[in-house]
């Protein structure tokens, strides 16, 4: 084995390092990129599963499109807005402490109820048929408008155990105001008769 001259061996060294670079330097912008993706991935995967990007996306249909997917659109709105106002309700009520009973159980069957109802009309949106969309429509109304009849009922029965236990708690306190009032007269009839008999 010969060995080899100097500046070969400097030119080999230098071949060497430099392809050493490119593979660290390559390797750090494939994991950057690769980073880079995964975090945009997750980010609009985030974006679009969230309440306020549906909403947004639901009331632009409600504003754009044919009479029929407005309507639909409208409809999905509704049941998303009744479901968080029954969950803003109950939640609201626990919180404080009020009786809720077997409601949150109802609730969520009227939550799930509504998500079978938002399926079904978002597949009545998205027919391609304007007559099947139109019939659809007709015939998702009234499951719709039951759908929030009973929400509401749910609600008005929770404020409404609410503000029957706020009258009881102000019955109460009357109550305590008016003991704390006749023991405040009792005191004052008392020091008015020792205060008048010292003089």
């Known amino acids: 084995m010969t060995p080899l001259p100097a500046e070969a061996s400097a030119a080999a060294e230098l071949a060497d390092v430099l392809t050493t670079v490119l593979l660290v330097v390559g390797s750090v912008t494939l994991a950057l990129a690769l980073a880079a993706g995964l975090v945009t991935w997750w980010l609009v995967r985030r974006v679009r599963r969230s309440r306020a990007y549906r909403r947004g996306t639901l009331a632009l249909r409600s504003v ?3 009479r029929t997917s407005r309507h639909l659109a409208r409809q999905r709105l509704i049941l998303d807005r ?3 106002a029954t969950a803003r309700v109950l939640g609201g009520a626990a919180a404080a ?6 409601m949150s159980a109802v609730a969520d069957r009227l939550a799930e109820a509504a998500r079978a109802l938002d399926a079904e009309l978002g597949l009545a949106e998205r ?3 304007p007559a099947l969309r139109r019939s659809l429509s007709a015939g998702l109304d009234p499951r719709v408008a039951e759908h929030g009849r009973l929400s509401a009922g749910l609600r008005a029965a929770v404020l409404d155990a609410r503000l029957s236990v706020g009258a009881v708690r102000l019955r109460g306190a009357a109550d305590d105001l008016a003991v704390e009032a006749g023991a405040l007269e009792a005191w004052g009839r008392s020091y008015r008769t020792s205060y008048g008999a010292g003089r």
Do not use: F, I, L, T
């Open 97 to 102: 402490g009020r009786p809720v009973g077997e």
């Open 127 to 129: 027919e391609p048929d």
């Open 64 to 66: 754009a499109g044919d």
């Open 82 to 84: 009744s479901v968080e």
